[in-house]
C-alpha cells in the first residue's frame, strides 16, 4: 500500500490554514514605522486597508491602560532575542478586544529593513481567565463570610432562645434557609426556575437573618409583583446577599435593634431596588474601591444588570440605591 504524499504547503494552502485558525499577518518598516497587514488584520483593528497605517495610527485604538506599555514593549523588541508575545486591550467602538502580537526579535530574519509577525484575538482566552480570577477570589470571599455568618446568626439565635433545644432548632432552621439562599447565589445548572417572583427571591435571601420572618420582623420588604428571569434572579441574589453579609458583619443587622427596609419601585423603563439600614452602629464610609465584596457587588451590578449602584452614608445607617434598565429582569 503506498504511503499517502505530504501536502504541497505553496501559497494558497497556506493563506487556507492562516485564514482557518484566525490569524493576523502584519509587517512593520523599521525605519518608516509603516505597517502593513492582510485583510484579517485590517479588519481587527477596524482601520481601512487603503491607507498608509503606523504604529502610532494603530496606537490610537489602543486601551489607554495598555498604550504606553505595548509602545515601549514594540519598539524594545528589536533587541529581544528569539521569539516575542505581549497581550493588550484595543477599542473598537464600545467593545473592548483583547490582541496578542507575536513575532521574533533581534531583527531575526528581517528583510529590506522589514520584521514580520502576527496578530491573534485572544478575547475568549482573556475573558475565560479574567472569570477564573474572579471565581477564585469570589470563592474564598464567600467562605469567609459564610464562616462569619454562621457565627453571627449563632448570637442572634441564642438572644430570642429560651432552652439549649430550641437553639439548636432555630440555628438548623436559620442555617438550612442559608444554605437555600446560597443556592440561588450560586444555581446547580437546570434547577432554577425561569420565572421566579422578586419578592418570594427577597423572602428566601433574608429570611436566615430575621427573628420573626423576612416581611413582619424587623427586615421589611416593600416590591411589587414582578416576575424575574434566571440571569436577573442570579445577579441579585448576588448582590443581596453581599449587602446582607456586610450588615450582618457591620451593619444594622449586627444589633438587636437594627432595621432594614428594601424596596422596589418601577418607574418607566427603570427598576430602583433602595437598601436602607438603620439603628445599626455608627456608619463611616469606606475607602472607595476598598474590599473584595464591594468590588464584586460594583461588578455584577454593571456588568450583568447594566445598571449602576449609589451610596449614602448617613450616620444612622447605610443607604444603597440599585438602579438599572427594567427589561433586564427578564433576562
Not at 503506498?2 to 525605519?31: K, Q, Y
Not at 497605517?53 to 495598555?66: G, K, M, N
Not at 497581550?87 to 483583547?98: A, K, P, Q, S
Request: proline share 4%; aromatic share 6%.
Amino acid at each position: 500500500m503506498a504511503e499517502p504524499s505530504a501536502p504541497v504547503w505553496d501559497e494558497r494552502r497556506l493563506r487556507l490554514g492562516v485564514t482557518a485558525a484566525g490569524v493576523a499577518l502584519w509587517s512593520w518598516n523599521v525605519d518608516s514605522d509603516a505597517l502593513t497587514m492582510d485583510d484579517v488584520g485590517y479588519e481587527l483593528w477596524t482601520v481601512p486597508n487603503d491607507v498608509i497605517v503606523t504604529f502610532e495610527d494603530l496606537s490610537a485604538h489602543i486601551h489607554p491602560a495598555d498604550r504606553d506599555r505595548v509602545r515601549v514593549a514594540f519598539n524594545a523588541t528589536r533587541g529581544i532575542v528569539g521569539p516575542y508575545e505581549i497581550d493588550f486591550r484595543i477599542l473598537v467602538g464600545d467593545d473592548v478586544r483583547w490582541i496578542s502580537a507575536r513575532g521574533r526579535g533581534d531583527d531575526e530574519d528581517i528583510e529590506g529593513r522589514v520584521m514580520y509577525g502576527v496578530f491573534l484575538d485572544v478575547t475568549g482566552r482573556k475573558q475565560a481567565e479574567e472569570a477564573n480570577e474572579l471565581l477564585a477570589g469570589e470563592m474564598s470571599h464567600r467562605v469567609k463570610n459564610l464562616i462569619t455568618i454562621a457565627g453571627a446568626l449563632t448570637s442572634m439565635t441564642s438572644r430570642s432562645a429560651e432552652t439549649k433545644e430550641d437553639m439548636a432548632r432555630e440555628l438548623i432552621q436559620r442555617l438550612s434557609a442559608l444554605g437555600r439562599a446560597h443556592d440561588l447565589v450560586r444555581p446547580v445548572p437546570g434547577q432554577t426556575d425561569e420565572a421566579t417572583l422578586l419578592g418570594d427571591l427577597l423572602s428566601v435571601l433574608l429570611n436566615p437573618y430575621d427573628d420573626l420572618g423576612a416581611f413582619s420582623g424587623r427586615i421589611r420588604v416593600a416590591v411589587p409583583r414582578v416576575g424575574i428571569g434566571e440571569g436577573a434572579a442570579t445577579a441579585l441574589a448576588l448582590v443581596i446577599h453581599e449587602l446582607a453579609t456586610n450588615a450582618v458583619k457591620y451593619g444594622a443587622l449586627s444589633v438587636a435593634a437594627g432595621l432594614l427596609d428594601v424596596s422596589c419601585k418601577i418607574v418607566q423603563d427603570e427598576a430602583v431596588i433602595v437598601w436602607t439600614e438603620r439603628g445599626g452602629p455608627a456608619v463611616n464610609a469606606p475607602n472607595p474601591g476598598s474590599g473584595f465584596g464591594g468590588r464584586l457587588l460594583d461588578r455584577v451590578v454593571e456588568r450583568q444588570l447594566r445598571g449602576s449602584v449609589e451610596y449614602q452614608w448617613p450616620v444612622e445607617g447605610m443607604i444603597a440605591t440599585l438602579t438599572f434598565k427594567a427589561d433586564r429582569l427578564a433576562s
